[in-house]
Structures are given as C-alpha cells and as structure tokens.
C-alpha cells in the first residue's frame, strides 16, 4: 500500500503580497479555482491503493488543511508542527506514525503537475523499486536551463524507466546549468520521495540519530486534540533542522531516480505563475478586475478593486486590499530581500491579509482607526464563536444575512437581518449561527484598544 505524506510547511515568500505567513502559497487560488494543496490531496490520493494522507503542517495553518480536506471529502491525518523543522524530521514524524512496512510517497503541497498520467506511470515505476527497500526519488525533464532548482545527476540504467542517482548537486549559475541540459544527463530534483518507512527510520538512525530521537519523543509525547495530532513542543524544539535531501538522500548508497515529463513546476514565484496561467495575444495574464491598455508580457491581478494598466511591459502587478506590488519582471528575485525588510520593519502585511480565516469562518477587516473598528463577519452554519469577553471594546453586530444566535450577558436571543445588538464592555457573550446558510453582520468595535488579543474565553468548541 502506498502511504501519502503531504508536507504543507512552505512559506511562499516570493509570492507576496498575496502568500503571507498565515495564509501561505499552497493555500491560494494560483488560477482560477486551482489551489496547490487540495492539487495534492487529490493527485496523492487516486493512485489506485493508498490509506489515508499523512498531511504534516505548520500548526498556525490546521483550519486552512482541515477545511480544504473537508471540501474534498478526503480523511487523512493531520500532523501539527509546533515550530519549523524542515522536511527531514516532517518525513520523520509520518514515517513514525505509519505502518513501518508501508512505501510511503513524500510529496510537497505547492508543486503544479498538470499530466496526471505521466505522474502516476512515474510513481507505479518508483512503487516497485520501493517494495525492494530501494529509495527512490523523482526527476523532472527540464526543457530549458534553470538556476532555481537543484539537479540530479542520472547514472546507470536499473531498468527502463529507472536510473541510479551519481550525485545530487546544488542549484547552479546559469553557465552550468546550460551544461546540464545540453548533457541530458541531469533532471530537476522535484523533491517527491518513495521509500518503506521502516527504511526511513533506519537511515536516520544512522545518519541523523538526535533527530531521530527528537522526533521519536516528540510522537511519544503527542496527543489528540479534534481532528489533529499535537506534538510534545518541548521534545520537537530540540530536534535539528535539516532537510531531507541534505540528511538522508545525499548520503544513500542505494538511491534511484524516476524521470517523468515536463509539465511539473514549483510555483514558486510569480513568473511562474505567469506561466501557467492564460495568456492573451499580447503575452499578458489577468486575473480579477483587469482592463489592459496597450500592455504586453504582464502578469496582473486584482483581489478586489479595478486595476488599469497601460504602456506597460514585462511588469507583474498584484493588488490586494491592503498593499500592492508592482515589479520588472527581470527583478522578482529580490522578492525574497523585500519581505524580509517589510518584516525587520515589523509591517502587519507580511502576515495576514485583512481577512483572517478562522475554523468557524472569517472575518475581513473594512475600516480602523484610532477608537473604532468595522469588520464583516462569516460565520459557516451550525458554527459558533467561543464564549469571552474583552476588557477594552465594545461591539455593535448588525446581521446582514442569515441568522444569528447570540448570548449577551444572561440575555439570549435569535437575530435575524437587518436586526442588531450592543455588546457593553466586559459583557460575556457568544455568536452561532444555527441556519443552514452563511451568517453574515457587521461588527462594528469601540474602545481604547481594538487588538485581537483582548480576548478572554471562557468555552472554546475548538480548544484554543
């Protein structure tokens, strides 16, 4: 049986402002009604004979995993990450958790294969190499130079559609990268792994034994808490960081590559994004509220508000509600520079966006100023809010859809559109929706201090 562990960590910082911290690549629309994690639910689990996904993620982004899982209808477990540790000890904790003599398939959430077949002719191949304790590891074709990946060395034919690696090599600058391509020796190391678990473990414990042990009392110490597995936290800050390539594969005498086809990106940055997407006569893509005026070779996207370009080339433009890129397109590797000086500069955009997602909803923020805030509010039906209180604010609710179920005080009462209530300062008090359709009000907060912090709960259906 093939055992999918999906690693959901990345951070997809070049991808700003649309991939923040709380709200990461693999989680956004990349194209319309495309999102990269629920690609990977779906292309990991029809395989023919897997169990259940192992999906191993950053604890701030649970909801997010559990909610795209929900709406594909697909059960899995869900591993949390205290703190990040890279891929290595992720792979750890699954191959711990899973059966030992199961072939598991590692896979990243925010990679794009579009041919689907390709893919699981290369993973049949890879299957069966596995069951024979080999590790095996997946290349991709590259069809043309590339400097953003690293390379795979292929060495000795195994059979026909398998090759022994010679070496892993680092990413390389643009010279040597041509090299590798004219050769047909090299491939794209894709990062997707096949190998029995139990085989896992023991290279770690050869290789990597303080991860190992880390992580071994990091799952001995772990429990249950709703649908989700929850680390020791102290056991798995001790754990080293490293990844899977530099602390087991690299050092495996053993190793294999699978090559498959050429329709495999790392949507990493927004060129690539660009070049997935639909194009125009004039080279540009367009998504949202878009009027392009004598543009060409542009990537544009609005979230929100119109965007108008014009006697524009090569540029990339992302409009979101609280901040805007507009970028050469020859200059998107500083992507990475300019994040980090928006966070040393401690800007909240590097974060979240102005809607937050939450496991009962979410709420967008319209409006702030110094004494008062307005948010719209979306509460998913039969959810409820915990039961707090705020020591700084008070809140006015209007429902403008739906119907709400609200605790104020000792008071209850059912709202329905158009209706409202006060909640005084100090007040305990609960939101829930007990409809069948989305509630939605406005919240309009008044106080001395409006932070997210200024919370007290009393009962939380979901343990925070």
């Given at each position: 049986?093939?055992?999918?562990?999906?690693?959901?960590?990345?951070?997809?910082?070049?991808?700003?402002?649309?991939?923040?911290?709380?709200?990461?690549?693999?989680?956004?629309?990349?194209?319309?009604?495309?999102?990269?994690?629920?690609?990977?639910?779906?292309?990991?689990?029809?395989?023919?004979?897997?169990?259940?996904?192992?999906?191993?993620?950053?604890?701030?982004?649970?909801?997010?995993?559990?909610?795209?899982?929900?709406?594909?209808?697909?059960?899995?477990?869900?591993?949390?990450?205290?703190?990040?540790?890279?891929?290595?000890?992720?792979?750890?904790?699954?191959?711990?958790?899973?059966?030992?003599?199961?072939?598991?398939?590692?896979?990243?959430?925010?990679?794009?294969?579009?041919?689907?077949?390709?893919?699981?002719?290369?993973?049949?191949?890879?299957?069966?190499?596995?069951?024979?304790?080999?590790?095996?590891?997946?290349?991709?074709?590259?069809?043309?130079?590339?400097?953003?990946?690293?390379?795979?060395?292929?060495?000795?034919?195994v059979d026909g559609s398998v090759c022994r690696v010679r070496q892993f090599v680092e990413k390389p600058d643009l010279a040597t990268?041509?090299?590798?391509?004219?050769?047909?020796?090299?491939?794209?190391?894709?990062?997707?792994?096949?190998?029995?678990?139990?085989?896992?473990?023991?290279?770690?414990?050869?290789?990597?034994?303080?991860?190992?042990?880390?992580?071994?009392?990091?799952?001995?110490?772990?429990?249950?808490?709703?649908?989700?597995?929850?680390?020791?936290?102290?056991?798995?800050?001790?754990?080293?960081?490293?990844?899977?390539?530099?602390?087991?594969?690299?050092?495996?005498?053993?190793?294999?590559?699978?090559?498959?086809?050429?329709?495999?990106?790392?949507?990493?940055?927004?060129?690539?994004?660009?070049?997935?997407?639909?194009?125009?006569?004039?080279?540009?893509?367009?998504?949202?509220?878009?009027?392009?005026?004598?543009?060409?070779?542009?990537?544009?996207?609005?979230?929100?508000?119109?965007?108008?370009?014009?006697?524009?080339?090569?540029?990339?433009?992302?409009?979101?509600?609280?901040?805007?890129?507009?970028?050469?397109?020859?200059?998107?590797?500083?992507?990475?520079?300019?994040?980090?000086?928006?966070?040393?500069?401690?800007?909240?955009?590097?974060?979240?966006?102005?809607?937050?997602?939450?496991?009962?909803?979410?709420?967008?923020?319209?409006?702030?100023?110094?004494?008062?805030?307005?948010?719209?509010?979306?509460?998913?039906?039969?959810?409820?809010?915990?039961?707090?209180?705020?020591?700084?604010?008070?809140?006015?609710?209007?429902?403008?859809?739906?119907?709400?179920?609200?605790?104020?005080?000792?008071?209850?009462?059912?709202?329905?559109?158009?209706?409202?209530?006060?909640?005084?300062?100090?007040?305990?008090?609960?939101?829930?929706?007990?409809?069948?359709?989305?509630?939605?009000?406005?919240?309009?907060?008044?106080?001395?201090?409006?932070?997210?912090?200024?919370?007290?709960?009393?009962?939380?259906?979901?343990?925070?």
């Amino acid at each position: 049986m093939i055992q999918p562990v999906i690693l959901c960590g990345g951070k997809g910082t070049r991808l700003w402002p649309l991939s923040r911290t709380l709200y990461p690549k693999q989680f956004i629309e990349v194209s319309e009604g495309r999102v990269l994690f629920g690609d990977a639910l779906e292309r990991c689990t029809s395989l023919g004979e897997t169990t259940a996904p192992i999906v191993v993620c950053n604890s701030e982004h649970r909801f997010l995993v559990a909610e795209e899982m929900r709406q594909r209808g697909i059960d899995g477990k869900l591993v949390l990450e205290p703190v990040g540790r890279n891929t290595a000890p992720a792979v750890a904790l699954a191959a711990l958790m899973a059966d030992p003599d199961s072939i598991m398939l590692v896979a990243p959430a925010d990679h794009a294969i579009d041919d689907l077949k390709a893919f699981r002719t290369a993973v049949e191949a890879g299957y069966e190499r596995a069951k024979q304790d080999h590790f095996v590891c997946f290349g991709i074709v590259p069809d043309a130079p590339n400097t953003g990946y690293g390379y795979i060395q292929q060495g000795e034919s195994v059979d026909g559609s398998v090759c022994r690696v010679r070496q892993f090599v680092e990413k390389p600058d643009l010279a040597t990268a041509e090299e590798y391509v004219q050769s047909g020796d090299y491939l794209w190391n894709s990062g997707i792994f096949m190998f029995r678990a139990a085989r896992y473990l023991d290279a770690l414990e050869e290789f990597a034994p303080e991860m190992l042990r880390q992580c071994r009392k990091a799952v001995e110490g772990s429990f249950e808490d709703l649908d989700f597995t929850c680390l020791d936290r102290e056991a798995f800050e001790q754990c080293p960081s490293d990844s899977i390539d530099y602390a087991v594969m690299e050092k495996i005498q053993d190793i294999e590559v699978v090559p498959f086809g050429k329709s495999w990106q790392d949507l990493g940055t927004w060129s690539s994004l660009h070049d997935i997407n639909p194009k125009d006569a004039n080279g540009n893509s367009a998504l949202g509220d878009v009027l392009l005026e004598d543009t060409k070779n542009c990537y544009v996207r609005s979230s929100g508000r119109l965007v108008v370009t014009l006697g524009l080339e090569d540029i990339t433009v992302v409009e979101t509600p609280d901040a805007v890129l507009v970028a050469a397109n020859d200059k998107l590797d500083g992507m990475k520079d300019v994040v980090n000086r928006l966070k040393a500069a401690n800007r909240t955009e590097t974060e979240a966006h102005l809607t937050v997602y939450r496991p009962w909803g979410s709420f967008e923020c319209i409006t702030m100023e110094d004494r008062f805030q307005v948010k719209r509010i979306v509460v998913k039906p039969g959810e409820v809010l915990s039961l707090q209180k705020h020591f700084h604010r008070a809140e006015h609710w209007v429902v403008v859809k739906g119907t709400a179920k609200v605790v104020n005080g000792d008071h209850e009462e059912i709202l329905s559109e158009d209706q409202s209530t006060y909640i005084p300062l100090g007040n305990v008090h609960r939101l829930e929706n007990p409809g069948k359709i989305p509630l939605e009000l406005i919240e309009v907060q008044t106080g001395s201090y409006l932070g997210e912090d200024d919370i007290v709960r009393f009962k939380d259906k979901y343990k925070r």
